[in-house]
C-alpha cells in the first residue's frame, strides 16, 4: 500500500498548494467572503472529526438503524443553524428514510443541496473504520458520499457565522437509499421531487470525478433489462431439426450477439448484460442478483434468463433503445421465443443551459480563490445519482464533493486536504447564488 499513500500524498501537497488563495485572487474577495474562509481554516480538524465519526457508524443501506443514526448526527447539526429539520420514513418501502432540512427566505436563488447518509458497505463487510495516515483517509463513506456532507454542512456553517444564512431559501436532502433505492420510486423519491419543485437550482455534493477542476453538469440515467428466452426442450442430437429448433441458448446469444453488434457505438448509450442463467430450467432472483440454473449436456435447453442494465444520456435515447432491443428480441429462431423487460430507476441528468451557466459561475469562483478553472465531467464517466431525479424540474450542478478515490471498493480513500477547499468553494458558490 505504500505506493498508493505515496500517489496521494502527492496529490494532498498539489491540493494545499490552491487551499489559501493568492493575494492577487484574495483581492477580490469581499469582507464577508473572506471571513467564510477564514472559518472553514479554523475549523478543518473539527470537520474531520466529524467525518470520522459518522464514517465509523455502519450506514449500509440495509442496515437501517444505521442510516438513522448518521441522520440522526446530521439533524442535530443542522438545527443548531436554524433549520427547520424532520426525518421522512421510508418503512414502506423497506428502507430506513431521508432527512430533510429547510429553512424559507425571500433573498437569492432557493436552493436543494442533495447528498445521501447510506454506503454500500453493509454490516457484514469487512470494511467498517475510519483510518487517516496524514491527508489520506480511509473508511467506507469517507467519498462517497459522508466526506460530501460534511462539505455541505460545513460551507452552511461558514455562511451562518457571517450572518449569510437569514433570508435564504435553501432545503437539504440526505437520502437513507441512494445506493439502492426502495421501490416503488414514486414513493421512495416523492420529497425529493417534491422538494425540486419548491426550488430553483439543485447542488449535488458526490466526488468529483477528474479532482478539483470538474463538475457535473450531466450524468447518465439507469434502466434494468431482462431478458427471458424459451426454447422446445428434447434430446441434443435432435438441435437443428424442423421439430425441435435451436434450443434457447442459442437464441439467447443471438440476440446478445446483435445487441452488441446493432446498439453498440452510440454516443454515452451502453448496455451491459451482467449474468446470465441457461438450461433446463433457470431461476433469477432480482433483490437478491443471484439465480440458480439446472440442465444436461444432452437435452436441447429449454430456458434462458439474462438480466442487465441500460446506461442513457435522455430519456429519448432510452426508449429508442428499448424499442431497438425489443425489435431484435422478437427475430426469434425456429421454435423459440424471446420478451425483454425493463424497469426503469435512475432518469438521466440531461445537459442543459442552465447547467452549464451553473458551471460558468462555479468556474467564476473557482479562479476568484486561485483554484484554477472548472470544466465538465464527460457523462461516460459518470453513474446514476439522486439529482438525475429532480434535474427535469430546475437548474443542477454536481460532482460538488471531495477529492477521493476507490469508492465502492474496500480502498476507498479521502484527501482531507480537499474537504476545506470544496467547502470553501460551495460556500461562496452558496453565497453568491443567494445574493442574486
Known sequence: MKWFWLIATSLSSLLLLVTTPSLSSAQLLSPIEGRILEYIDSTTEEAIALLEQVVNINSGTMNQEGVREVGKVFRSELDALGFQTRWISMDRVHRAGHLIAERSGNRGKSLLLIGHLDTVFEKDSPFQRFERDGTVAKGPGVEDMKGGNVV?????????????????????????????????????????LDAARRNSVALGFEGGVGGIGTATVARRGFTGWELRVT????????????????????????????????????????????????????????????????????????????????????????????TRMRTIAARSLPHTSATVTFQDS????????????????????????????????????????????????LDALDGLGVVGSGGHTVEET???????????????????????
Not at 437509499?177 to 425529493?192: I, K, N, Q, V
Not at 460558468?360 to 464517466?381: F, I, T
Not at 459518470?382 to 438525475?388: C, E, F, Q, V
Open 152 to 192: 455541505i454542512l460545513y460551507a452552511l456553517k461558514a455562511l451562518q457565522v457571517v450572518g449569510a444564512l437569514e433570508d435564504t431559501s435553501i432545503t437539504v436532502f440526505l437520502t437513507g437509499d441512494e445506493e439502492d433505492t426502495g421501490d416503488p420510486l414514486s414513493l421512495s423519491r416523492r420529497d425529493l
Open 346 to 393: 435512475y432518469p438521466a441528468m440531461s445537459p442543459t443551459p442552465g447547467n452549464y451557466e451553473l458551471l460558468r459561475q462555479l468556474d467564476q469562483v473557482s479562479r476568484k480563490l486561485g483554484y484554477g478553472p472548472v470544466e465538465a465531467v464527460d457523462p461516460g464517466q459518470r453513474g446514476a445519482a439522486d439529482i438525475s431525479f429532480v434535474a427535469p424540474y
Open 231 to 322: 426454447g422446445k426442450p428434447g434430446h441434443s442430437s435432435l438441435i437443428f431439426k424442423e421439430d425441435f429448433g435451436s434450443g434457447a441458448i442459442y437464441e439467447a446469444s443471438r440476440i446478445l450477439k446483435n445487441f452488441y453488434d446493432e446498439l453498440r457505438g452510440e454516443e454515452y448509450l451502453t448496455f451491459s448484460p451482467g449474468i446470465i442463467l441457461g438450461g433446463t430450467t433457470a431461476q433469477y432472483d432480482p433483490v437478491q442478483s443471484r439465480g440458480d440454473a439446472f440442465g444436461k449436456t444432452n437435452v436441447i435447453p429449454e430456458t434462458v434468463v439474462v438480466a442487465g442494465d441500460l446506461r442513457f444520456i435522455s430519456e429519448e435515447q432510452r426508449e429508442r433503445a428499448k
Open 414 to 436: 479521502v484527501d482531507l486536504s480537499s474537504l476545506p477547499l470544496m467547502a470553501k468553494r460551495a460556500a461562496i458558490f452558496i453565497y453568491q447564488l443567494t445574493q442574486e
